[in-house]
């Protein structure tokens, strides 16, 4: 499978469908995934084309009054559950259900969009590695989607290593334990953002002060905490000999 559907784990993400959008706090999002999923059941017959065009309208309108982080981005709501037991979020007309090669036709976004988006994390040559950590790192598909979405703060953390000298398998397994920490601080956060993986990256963090200026905007003190036991545990950084071969 992939970053988006990992094989291991009850998680998975939807971040790109707009689900972030709406101001909702994680059981609310999960509650909406929920109504959706359930009347997605009950109304939408894979027989039926008018059924999804109907379902769509119906969704759009009983929540268009949840507030919004940013009025041009579209949240789909195609986007819900699609395991039994009601883990995994992921798009209910995808045509491994419907049998239907055109069926997410029926979005704002249409097939072509929605069957050749990748994100960045995805994209990245480190992909399995990131999914397996967030795999443990997440609780529920809403904090896999908030890690996996979040690709400008996974290359801050690449090149936060890099630049301390410490390469790929270092960061994954010498210091599994600092990363994971980095990534739970980081959900803290994760809910004042909008991300939806489309955010660009304006900074290229050529220098550890950058990334680490970069950490500091974005988690406060927590970062601060983080650094010094960090200091204190690799007194020598920038000594050590290796390469971030990605
Ligand atoms: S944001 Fe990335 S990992 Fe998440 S569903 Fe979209 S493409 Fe997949
Ligand atoms: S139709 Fe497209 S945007 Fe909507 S849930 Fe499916 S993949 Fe996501």
């Given at each position: 499978m992939s970053l988006c559907h990992p094989n291991r784990g009850n998680v998975s993400c939807g971040a790109c469908c707009g689900l972030f959008n709406l101001k909702l706090n994680t059981s609310e999002y999960k509650n909406l995934l929920l109504d959706r999923t359930t009347e997605f059941k009950k109304t939408v017959n894979f027989e039926v084309r008018h059924s999804f065009p109907m379902y769509r309208k119906d969704r759009e309108t009983k929540e268009a009054h949840i507030p919004k982080k940013d009025e041009m981005t579209y949240n789909c709501p195609f986007l819900g559950y699609v395991d039994d037991t009601k883990q995994r979020i992921g798009c209910m007309i995808h045509p491994i259900f419907t049998g239907d090669p055109k069926s997410q036709n029926f979005s704002f976004y249409g097939t072509s969009i929605c069957q050749a988006y990748d994100c960045k994390t995805k994209e990245s040559t480190l992909a399995d590695l990131w999914e397996n950590l967030f795999v443990e790192i997440a609780k529920d598909s809403i904090e896999f989607s908030f890690l996996s979405a979040d690709h400008i703060f996974t290359y801050a953390v690449e090149k936060f290593f890099s630049h301390s000298n410490w390469n790929v398998e270092s960061m994954f397994n010498t210091f599994r334990l600092e990363l994971m920490e980095l990534f739970r601080m980081r959900l803290i956060t994760s809910n004042r953002k909008n991300f939806t993986s489309f955010e660009i990256n304006y900074d290229v963090f050529l220098t550890l002060e950058a990334v680490e200026s970069y950490f500091e905007s974005e988690l406060g003190m927590d970062w601060l905490r983080w650094k010094d036991e960090w200091e204190k545990k690799?007194?020598?950084?920038?000594?050590v000999s290796g390469s971030f071969d990605k």
């Open positions: 690799n007194p020598n950084r920038g000594e």
